[in-house]
């Protein structure tokens, strides 16, 4: 299980409570479906944030949404 801090629960309770981006609302929906506990999908979620956000900044470039679209899509529930 990663480690995610507090403030990125908040972050990715606040998209699905809100549908935006729909992606993540989408991820959430299809964890939970799969078997996955409500906060062990947060993580993943979160973990995908994590990295396009971390890459941006060490890039100096924007967070691109359509990449954390794709990597919501790719993650495994088994593995979660």
Known sequence: DTHV???MHDIVETQIAASTPL???EAMKRLLHKG???HAA???IAGVVV???WGALRDKRP???RTIDS???RIDPSEW
């Open 42 to 44: 947060i993580h993943a």
């Open 51 to 53: 990295v396009e956000m």
């Open 23 to 25: 992606s993540t609302l």
């Open 36 to 38: 996955c506990s409500r």
């Open 71 to 73: 990597e919501l899509g």
């Open 5 to 7: 801090p507090s403030f």
């Open 63 to 65: 967070i691109e949404q």
